[in-house]
């Protein structure tokens, strides 16, 4: 185990961490019972304290096991912006001994029918402005039972705050066989039954992807979910219950699941929900609640500092503004610096790992960095061919061993056994991540094996696109890479070659796009060319392409 990064170890922090042989819906429990009166959950000035969260998070347990028949071990889908439903549901869902299934609320039909029928949700949690996309799968697949949110629920208190339209549309579901409305199925205050679920029980299952075939589900248990939300409150500084959390990042996504929502219900933190990017409203919310803790991405925070109201803000309360998923360009990290006195604290995680593997020390912050290996976590830099260890300064497969790595892909044995290496004893998590360590320790990213766009933080998946691409009728071949993109970091390029005849344009294919996917993965660029370069075996040579995208 590489032990050259301990020098610049927190001061005063173990190098390794205990954690609760509990499930993780115990740490809400435990939370309402310690703090029952204290506030949890702020939305747009609405507020909700531990304890009526916790009644909350009963209620709708009950019901799902009542009404819905979710047993233990039962994966339910859940399907929400950031909101006090959110997190409500996701509680509810492990309360009921069940495993979450967290998706990405822009996801079109036909993908959200992937998920349902791989994980075999038998229900799902959703929201009205959203539930046309999730209905025709409702009797048609095994989704039998669906839990309608609406946001405007959950405003209980006025606000002169900009709500966007879609958070204030009134209640509104339509009526149809195994759908139900939240607030009814919260008022039935079913009373579920004793809570079973332990640490190696099924937890939650984002999903990802590789370079081939669709999305593949991360199996977490309550141990490897547990480990982040309890280790990452601790890193920076004692983890006390009077911090303040903006919650900006989807919590669909593990970052912003575990970093802004789990920790801070474990430690019994406010947690000051912001369901879409607004810089103005981001910078009333900072100043109103005193809100300590950010967790961001460099998008957000470039539209943030550059925003002409920003002197109008007060944001001396911050003390730690962190992230990961790409890195902060140092123009931007000086600017946060010159405003705040705060250094961006960058890190490095994946679904795979339920969030950070990797997290700067806060004494000694690098730029452009992914930190040094997190509590309990030995992570190396290896030959992706040979596995042999790299020295300092040389580029390898960056691979992980820790508590926070999952238990392997959803029915697919074969990726979960390609997707780890043993080494002395160790069964290390290979990311697909190329990086090296410097002689400090100190891990950097430079490329990935895997081929991955990072479009303002979101992962689009070449593969996965292509394959929905090559359902349009005047597409005969398609290539899907990275373009840089000043805003988003990278946006999507589709390389296409058309079918004979073929009279589309650009535009078209955009617009086509646009209806069968979540915007994230619509190609903001189309190429049409005569052919795509190809190697001997007939494989579409993407690296070609994507290089030469990139060096123009």
């Known amino acids: 185990m590489n032990t050259t990064h301990y020098p610049h170890w927190p001061a005063g922090l173990p190098y390794t961490l205990t954690t609760p042989e509990t499930s993780v819906y115990a740490n809400l429990e435990i939370s309402a019972r310690r703090y029952p009166d204290k506030t949890a959950v702020i939305f747009y000035d609405s507020i909700l ?133 939240w607030q009814d199925a919260i008022s039935a205050r079913h009373a579920p039954a004793p809570h079973a679920a332990g640490p190696d029980d099924l937890a939650c299952m984002p999903y990802t992807s590789g370079t081939t075939g669709h999305p593949k589900g991360c199996i977490h248990t309550h141990r490897s979910m547990m480990f982040n939300a309890v280790a990452g409150p601790s890193w920076s500084g004692p983890s006390v219950p009077d911090h303040v959390i903006l919650a900006v990042l989807p919590f669909f996504h593990v970052t912003g699941l575990q970093g802004s929502m789990n920790a801070a219900i474990f430690t019994g933190a406010s947690v000051v929900i912001l369901p879409r990017w607004d810089r103005d409203v981001a910078g009333q919310l900072i100043t109103r609640y005193g809100v300590t803790s950010w967790t961001s991405i460099p998008t957000m925070m470039i539209d943030f500092l550059s925003n002409p109201r920003l002197p109008e803000y007060d944001v001396s309360s911050l003390k730690r503004v962190s992230g990961g998923g790409a890195a902060m360009p140092a123009a931007i990290g000086q600017k946060l610096l010159d405003l705040t006195g705060l250094e961006y604290m960058e890190g490095y995680g994946l679904s795979e790992t339920m969030a950070a593997t990797h997290v700067n020390p806060g004494q000694r912050l690098k730029k452009q960095c ?42 697919d044995p074969q990726k979960t056994k390609d997707a780890f290496v043993e080494i002395e004893g160790k069964q290390f998590f290979r990311s697909g991540d190329l990086g090296y360590i410097d002689e400090e320790g100190f891990f950097f990213f430079t490329d990935r094996l895997k081929r991955m766009i ?95 995208e990139l060096a123009k």
Request: with cysteine; hydrophobic share 45%.
């Open 370 to 411: 992914l930190g040094i290996p997190f509590l309990n976590v030995d992570a190396r830099v290896v030959d992706p061919t040979t596995l042999k260890m790299m020295p300092p300064n040389e580029v390898g497969e960056i691979i992980m061993n820790g508590p926070q790595v999952f238990q392997g892909y959803w029915k």
């Open 49 to 181: 304290t531990y304890a009526q969260l916790n009644a909350d998070v009963e209620a709708l347990a009950g019901y799902l096991q009542q009404a819905c028949g979710v047993q233990r071990g039962d994966r339910v889908l859940l399907n929400l912006q950031n909101s006090p439903q959110f997190i409500i549901a996701f509680y509810a869902i492990m309360r009921a001994d069940a495993m979450v299934v967290p998706v990405n609320p822009m996801l079109m039909t036909d993908e959200l029918r992937h998920y349902v029928n791989d994980s075999g949700a038998k229900a799902a949690i959703t929201a009205q402005d959203i539930f046309a996309r999730i209905a025709p799968l409702v009797g048609t697949t095994g989704l039998a039972n669906v839990v309608v949110a609406s946001y405007s629920d959950a405003l209980t208190a006025p606000t002169e705050l900009a709500v966007p339209a879609w958070v204030r549309e009134e209640r509104n579901v339509p009526t149809m066989p195994g759908v139900v409305i």
């Open 454 to 548: 990072n479009a303002s933080g979101f992962k689009v998946w070449p593969a996965e696109v292509e394959s929905m691409m090559y359902q349009h009728p005047a597409i005969q071949e398609c290539c899907i890479i990275a373009s840089r993109d000043a805003y988003r970091g990278e946006t999507v390029k589709a390389v296409v070659v058309k079918k004979t005849g073929s009279n589309a344009t650009e535009a078209d294919i955009m617009e086509w796009a646009h209806e069968k996917m979540a915007a994230y993965k619509v190609p903001k660029l189309v190429e049409f060319v005569d052919a795509l370069p190809k190697s001997a075996t007939g494989k579409v040579m993407w690296r070609s392409l994507q290089e030469k």
